[in-house]
């Protein structure tokens, strides 16, 4: 090779062709977009494959000089230099707008750029991580739950609240939630591959619809008994007192122990709260939000407890009592809500709700990056909830002349990539070599 061929290959195609262990010189009118495979080496395309064996530098994150292509990874990674999401002067809906980006650029490059020796890791070790960490805070906030339960026992038998009778119900359906997610864990990680070939992620979200509808019986019967008691108290504020009136008012005591029980419920939910809050799936998401109710319900009957004791002791209005009953009504209709939004959604999931545009754009711009020597077009992305994680189908359009062997060997390499990504429980890669066709004869349409 002459060295004008060189500067030649150089200037047009960004190639060096002294780089490659091959006699042969590149021919400079070639398009050469760059993809990620599943190895993590960056390699040129429309070039012989006994041309091109591998780059000298394989932590190379893109090839030199070379074109940015619509969609391909050096053209996602030159828009991050605009993301400024902590550039204060701006608006705070363009700042979560670039916050956005920034994670959907790093969720790509975490899939495609290439890693050097040392630097690969198990494309599980993300996932395992926040299942250790799910563990531990299933345990952490069932030893919490534990002791809440007893002291808040303690605390309603000697106050009598009826708001702080609530806030005990939702305590109890919390311990029996905590105990059936570390069991639905642990069977979770048993997996068995000839009885549940697709695992048992749908465990956990099973889990939620049945708590939720536990826990709003529950507090169905609080309202019940609290109506009782507000309209008892209506009625002795209502009707004229007399010697032979039987008519009392209910007892409360809001006394020392009761309210430190009280505060010490409020302070631990907020810490379990923030601790929950850093995982992001669904059981974590589910104690969170509870944990969140809990301060708010916990709050709302410390506070109504303490006015109705003090209401009774006639500190304040005597009237003032009737704040407990209605408080006790409006803690359980909050947890009402919220435990039927929280099944609503799992019950959502569980029946095959897709994804969102968020990851079904990550897959689409993976995909896209894949093999472009060899995939023409992508026909279908998919993904639906599968219990806590999503099962992945994509189609994809090769040219009818691809060897079995090179379209059996890149669909592999495909759905390796894709079962990468973290939440990714399966994913199927279909190899097609025409997209037109009748739609009846090929997808199952419910």
């Keep these: 090779m ?74 996602i990674q030159s828009y991050k230099p605009s993301c400024t999401p902590n550039d204060k002067s701006l608006p705070e809906k363009i700042r979560q707008f670039y916050a956005d980006q920034l994670e959907f650029i790093n969720s790509v490059e975490a899939i495609l750029l290439p890693k050097t020796f040392g630097e690969e890791i198990n494309p599980t070790d993300y996932q395992k991580q926040q299942e250790r960490n799910s563990e531990m805070l299933s345990m952490l906030t069932l030893i919490t739950n534990i002791f809440v339960a007893i002291i808040k026992t303690v605390a309603a038998i000697m106050s009598k609240s009826l708001s702080v009778i609530s806030t005990l119900v939702d305590s109890a359906v919390d311990l029996l939630f905590n105990i059936m997610l570390i069991w639905t864990a642990r069977k979770i990680k048993r997996q068995d591959a000839y009885k549940y070939p697709t695992g048992r992620t749908r465990l956990e979200p099973v889990t939620i619809v049945i708590i939720s509808v536990i826990m709003c019986s529950a507090s169905i019967e609080v309202i019940l008994e609290s109506s009782r008691a507000l309209a008892l108290d209506i009625d002795y504020f209502a009707n004229p007192f007399n010697a032979s009136s039987c008519r009392t008012l209910q007892h409360i005591d809001m006394s020392t122990l009761p309210v430190i029980a009280m505060v010490f419920t409020i302070v631990s939910k907020i810490i379990l709260f923030a601790l929950c809050s850093r995982i992001n ?22 506070v109504c407890g303490v006015i109705g004791s003090n209401a009774l002791q006639r500190r304040i209005r005597q009237e003032a009592i009737i704040v407990d009953p209605i408080a006790a009504i409006i803690i359980s209709i909050y947890i009402i809500v919220v435990w039927i939004r929280q099944g609503h959604k799992q019950v959502r999931r569980l029946t095959g709700l897709t994804a969102d545009p968020f990851f079904l754009q990550r897959i689409t711009h993976i995909i896209y990056n894949f093999r472009p020597d060899l ?72």
């Design 2 to 75: 002459d060295m004008s061929t060189v500067e030649e290959t150089r200037q047009v195609s960004g190639i060096d062709p002294l780089r490659f262990p091959s006699n042969k010189p590149i021919d400079s009118s070639e398009s050469v977009p760059l993809f990620a495979d599943c190895a993590g080496k960056s390699s040129p395309v429309n070039v012989d494959d006994s041309t091109v064996k591998e780059m000298d530098e394989p932590n190379a994150r893109l090839l030199p000089r070379s074109p940015a292509k619509y969609g391909y990874l050096e053209h």
């Design 281 to 302: 799936n669904p059981t974590m998401s589910a104690l969170a939000e509870d944990n969140r109710n809990d301060v708010l319900s916990n709050s709302v009957a410390l």
């Design 375 to 446: 995939v023409t077009q992508i026909k279908t992305v998919q993904a639906v909830h599968h219990g806590t994680d999503f099962i992945v189908e994509v189609e994809i359009i090769l040219s009818g002349s691809t060897p079995l062997a090179i379209a059996h060997n890149a669909g592999e390499e495909l759905q390796r990539q894709l079962q990468r990504i973290p939440h990714v429980e399966r994913a199927f890669v279909h190899l097609d070599f025409e997209i037109i066709h009748v739609p009846t004869l090929e997808d199952i349409i419910v």
